[in-house]
Structure formats: C-alpha cells, structure tokens
C-alpha cells in the first residue's frame, strides 16, 4: 500500500485520486487538523474508489508505529504539515513540532521495514526565498528561510537527505512545489480553504462567489512587467501527477541511499493581474479588486526551471492556466456554503 499522509489536504487529495486511478493501493493517515472528513467522499466519488482512512496524528510515534504492523507500506508520500506562511510566524514552535516530528517518526519506522520504502517528501519552493537567478533550477542557493513554515521545509528536507545517506531502503525525493491551483476535473475534490483564504486563486474564487467583497492585490510597484508580483502557477492535477512520476522512478531505479529534489512548476512566470484577467476571461464575469500595500515576505518572482523534473522523471506540467483557473471556478461554483 501507498501511505499518503495528509491525504485528505488540497494537494493530498489530488495526488489520492491519481494513485486509486493508476490502481495502487492507498492508506491515508490524516488528524483533520486542517481538512475535513467530507473531502474523503469527494475522493471516492472522483476516483470511483476507496482509500482506507486512518484518523490519527502522526507526531504520536506509538500510533505511527502501530501503523507499520498493521499495513504493508511499500511507499510513502508525506503531505502531512501545515503550511500558512504568516500563521508559522505567530506559531513558530507549533509548526516545527507538527511539520517535524511526524516526519522523524515515519523515517525511524520506514528504515524498520524489511523492503524498499520509496519516500516522497512535500517541499516548496518557498526554500529559495528571492532567488539570484530566474527561471529557479535546483541549484539555486538555498536561503535564509523567511519564515518558520519555510524553515521547516528546509529542514525536512535535511533530514530525509541524511536518513537516506545512512539508511539503504528509503531512496527519497523532495519535490519543490510552486504555486499549486485549480481543482479535479471532476469538481468532486478542490482547494478548502478554512477560514479567511491566503493565497490568490481561492480568494478570487471566493470573491467572484461574492463571499469577499473584492480582492486586493499586495502591491502593484514591484519591478515587473505590471508592476505585480509574479508567480508559477501549476494545475495541481499536473503536481499530482509528478508525485505518481517520482515514485515510479524510484521502485524503478531501485537504487539504495537515492536522494534528489525536484522543482514541480510549469516554467512561465503569471503576475497578480495577469492571473486577474484570465479568471475574468475563463468566467466571463469581472473581478472588484483593490490595489493595496505590499504583503511582508512576498517575494517579486518565482518561476521554475523544469528541464530535470522534465528528463530524469518523465514528467511535464500540460495543463494552462486558463483550465486551472476553469476547474477553480467550477469547484467554488459547486461548494455549499
Ligand atoms: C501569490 C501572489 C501575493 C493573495 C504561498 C506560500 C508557498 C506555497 C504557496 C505552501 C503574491 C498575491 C495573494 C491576495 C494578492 N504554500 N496575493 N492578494 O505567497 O506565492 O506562496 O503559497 O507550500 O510556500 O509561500 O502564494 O497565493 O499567497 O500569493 O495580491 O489576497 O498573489 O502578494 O504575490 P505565495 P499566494
């Protein structure tokens, strides 16, 4: 079985539907810390299939343990973190001890099991901070974290380098997320945001629903085409998909103590407007935004280099960001609120 922690998050949830659709076996471990049990319906409903649903946080390593004798893992993809950029600030130590420990305990139990445990580790591209060069390749320099939630991502990513450097049977990939939109084709399973959405296409599609009254765009005096910043939007079909390319790419590579990072974006840069038009081209109705002051740690651009996802995973993102814009827009259309 595949265990997919936080399976039942944004990005888990997709990547869920894309296992159940490739016929892998999927077990889901989950606390509802920060999604809810609905998304699991939506999943069996998108996939025609059923996961099986563990309800339990991992930091408690007895139950993680557990875990490990009751299923045969053969792979591991670890969502499981919370991951609200201004939040980590106001919470420093409860972010490192819920994006942390939970990912010590599941590598003291994989390096236990008696085969290859291929794990897939949830990262961003938020390690790279305001990067020298655009597009951002891998072997950008890693800054200074400018957050807790962005430290803990750097950090995660030390450690399941080092446990795969001494121990054999968990070859590892980071994948460096950029910015992931948009929802299932199947409007079954989308982006739920709980409470006041932070990122951009949630808020738009939110106030297009006339739950917000209007958005504002953080700053329109950056050193850019409009004057906003830019982004790399990725259809999170296409994220998910990566995530079935990396870990086929391990159980075939087989290679003991194998360790990469992966940048998983589309390689085009969109700026704030820009993404504004096109939600207003794909729905056909006008987005009320207000130009206000720039956000703290918002850095100007971030787009990625993709060649080596591209080559040694076989995996290109196909999706334009007017479908992923389309399939947002479906998903809050369909939402009761
Ligand atoms: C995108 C752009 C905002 C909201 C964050 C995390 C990153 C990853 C994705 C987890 C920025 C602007 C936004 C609004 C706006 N999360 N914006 N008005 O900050 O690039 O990345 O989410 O892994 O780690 O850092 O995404 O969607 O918040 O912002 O103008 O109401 O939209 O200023 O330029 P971001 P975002």
């Known amino acids: 079985m595949i265990l997919v922690t936080g399976g039942l998050g944004f990005i888990g949830a997709h990547t869920v539907v894309a296992l159940l659709d490739k016929n892998h076996k999927v077990l889901i471990v989950d606390d509802l810390s920060n999604s809810s049990i609905s998304v699991l319906a939506g ?53 490192y001890e819920n994006n942390i420990t939970p990912l010590i305990n599941l590598l003291l139990c994989a390096k236990e099991q008696p085969g290859h445990i291929p794990f897939i580790f949830s990262s961003s591209c938020t390690v790279y901070g305001e990067a020298n060069t655009l597009p951002i390749s891998e072997n950008e320099p890693i800054k200074m974290a400018m957050s807790p939630y962005g430290n803990t991502k750097q950090i995660g990513e030390e450690i399941v380098r080092d446990a795969t450097n001494v121990y054999a049977n968990i070859p590892s990939i980071s994948l460096r997320y950029f910015n992931p939109i948009g929802a299932h084709s199947s409007a079954k399973i989308g982006e739920l945001p709980l409470g006041v959405p932070q990122n951009l296409v949630p808020f738009i599609t939110q106030t297009a629903a006339g739950i ?8 329109n005096d950056y050193p850019t085409h409009d004057g906003t910043c830019i982004r790399d939007y990725i259809h999170v079909e296409d994220l998910a998909q990566a995530h079935i390319a990396a870990l086929e790419f391990i159980q075939q590579s087989n290679q003991p103590h194998f360790y990469d990072v992966f940048n998983l974006g589309t390689g085009k840069g969109q700026s704030v407007l820009d993404i504004i038009h096109a939600f207003e081209r794909v729905s056909g109705q006008s987005l009320p935004y207000v130009i206000g002051k720039r956000r703290k740690g918002d850095v100007v651009a971030a787009y990625a280099e993709t060649t080596k996802a591209e080559k040694m995973l076989d995996w290109k993102a196909t999706r334009t960001i007017d479908e992923a814009l389309y399939s947002a827009w479906k998903w809050e259309q369909q939402l009761k609120r």
């Not at 007895?62 to 106001?90: M, P």
């Not at 917000?212 to 700053?219: A, C, D, H, Q």
């Open 43 to 95: 999943i069996v409903s998108a996939s025609g299939k059923s996961p099986v649903f563990e309800q339990f946080d991992l930091k408690n390593k007895q139950k993680t343990e557990q875990l490990f004798r009751d299923y045969t893992i053969d792979g591991i993809i670890h969502f499981a973190a919370y991951k609200a950029v201004g939040e980590s600030t106001e919470k420093p130590l409860d972010y």
């Open 212 to 219: 917000r009254e209007s958005l504002t765009v953080f700053g």
